[in-house]
């Protein structure tokens, strides 16, 4: 218990608070589709209030351990291959074998009965445990002046682990999932102790890559690439009101949803658009609904809540005088803030669709444990660092 009083309330007050956010928004956002399809009203509320009870509890739980586990290669390396790649890999085989299993055109669900299991969110701790890990073990080496082979050989077999499991989420196909899994390693690798004109010539190849990819899909449109329905979000986010029929529906719903509101929102319930027009509204569309029922001043209060969480990590990022607690922390936040910017992007038009779910509020079990769990992480790490300050004075 004693460990109970450094707690950091900066980051524990903001998740309770979403916690019993994302529960009450889900039932409003769900209860006209639950009924509609032969369900009972409370259905997705009963599963969010369990999913939100668990996430506590693993929260709690990664609080208390020693932090010595997130420590230990072969532990990290284990949870890495066991919860990440290896469902990944189960997963893509079951995709090419069986078509038809796919959920909205990909494969990326594991039926566990009690909930789904998404490996892609576990993914994005995973990563983040293995690379802070590594880059920290190898963090003398990096430090020291050599040349740019010699960096690339210390760093070879991580990347190479990072880009193999990147790759198994985007032949999903993810292509939301991968770019946050890519933000994510762009950012420790960039926090970490590799020399900054390497750091700088890495990213600028992967940026210079990405971009001629975008080039090249939006100059030749090749045929494989134009026929997914993940191209037709993109052309959706152009041109919403001309494909309002088909693939801009969402779009156009959402903004629909956005303008209803205003400033206040037209009560807690009254949403028009979640009777029929946004499919699934408690998921991927909540903000829209919070947005239609609780006014910019709701949009305001959950987003608060959530870069509340995202700055306290990177300040304690940088007050940190450990090497692996400040790429964790830096970590974390990025995971955090790219699943925000890629929601909420994707709901004003910004960015294409993505299924990226809002933290802590969308509906969905993997995404709830998960981020509970890098939160119990951090805190973990941020208390016992605050014991030994106390222990040294």
């Not at 450094?6 to 769900?30: E, N, Q, R, T």
């Not at 790759?167 to 770019?179: A, H, I, K, R, T």
């Not at 690439?225 to 088909?246: D, G, S």
């Not at 790219?338 to 960015?351: D, K, Y």
Request: hydrophobic content about 50%.
């Amino acid at each position: 218990m004693k460990k109970l009083r450094k707690i950091d309330l900066w980051i524990v007050i903001p998740y309770i608070l979403l916690l019993g956010i994302g529960v009450v928004m889900v039932y409003s956002a769900s209860f006209y589709n639950a009924m509609m399809n032969g369900g009972r009203s409370s259905q997705y509320l009963i599963k969010q209030a369990i999913f939100a009870i668990l996430g506590l509890g693993l929260c709690w739980f990664f609080f208390m351990l020693k932090d010595k586990l997130f420590k230990q290669q072969k532990i990290v390396v284990l949870f890495l291959l066991g919860f990440t790649i290896i469902p990944l890999g189960l997963l893509i085989i079951k995709g090419i074998a069986n078509p038809a299993s796919k959920i909205n055109g990909a494969s990326a669900w594991i039926n566990l009965k009690l909930f789904n299991y998404q490996p892609l969110e576990m993914a994005k701790l995973s990563l983040i445990l293995y690379l802070s890990l590594i880059l920290t073990n190898k963090q003398s080496k990096l430090m020291e002046k050599q040349t740019g082979w010699m960096v690339w050989k210390e760093i070879q077999q991580p990347v190479l682990t990072i880009i193999f499991m990147i790759g198994l989420v985007f032949f999903e196909p993810d292509m939301g999932g991968s770019v946050i899994l890519g933000l994510i390693t762009l950012i420790l690798i960039s926090a970490s102790t590799i020399p900054l004109k390497y750091i700088l010539k890495l990213n600028g190849t992967l940026l210079s890559m990405f971009a001629a990819l975008v080039f090249f899909i939006v100059k030749f449109q090749p045929a494989f690439i134009v026929k997914n329905y993940q191209y037709a979000r993109v052309l959706a986010m152009q041109h919403p009101f001309q494909l309002e029929r088909t693939s801009g529906a969402q779009l156009v719903n959402s903004f629909y949803a956005i303008s209803n509101g205003g400033i206040f929102g037209v009560g807690l319930g009254n949403s028009i658009q979640k009777r029929g027009y946004l499919p699934e509204p408690h998921t991927d569309f909540i903000l829209a609904i919070i947005s239609e029922e609780l006014g910019l001043v709701g949009d305001l209060i959950v987003l608060g809540l959530i870069f509340t969480i995202i700055f306290r990590m990177i300040l304690l990022g940088i007050r940190s005088k450990s090497n692996y607690n400040s790429l964790v922390y830096y970590g974390v936040a990025t995971m955090i803030l790219s699943q925000t910017v890629f929601n909420v992007g994707g709901l004003l038009g910004l960015v294409p669709l993505t299924g990226v779910t809002l933290p802590f509020i969308s509906y969905g079990g993997s995404s709830m444990l998960v981020l509970s769990m890098a939160l119990g992480i951090v805190l973990n790490l941020e208390a016992t660092t605050k014991f030994a300050k106390e222990k040294q004075r």
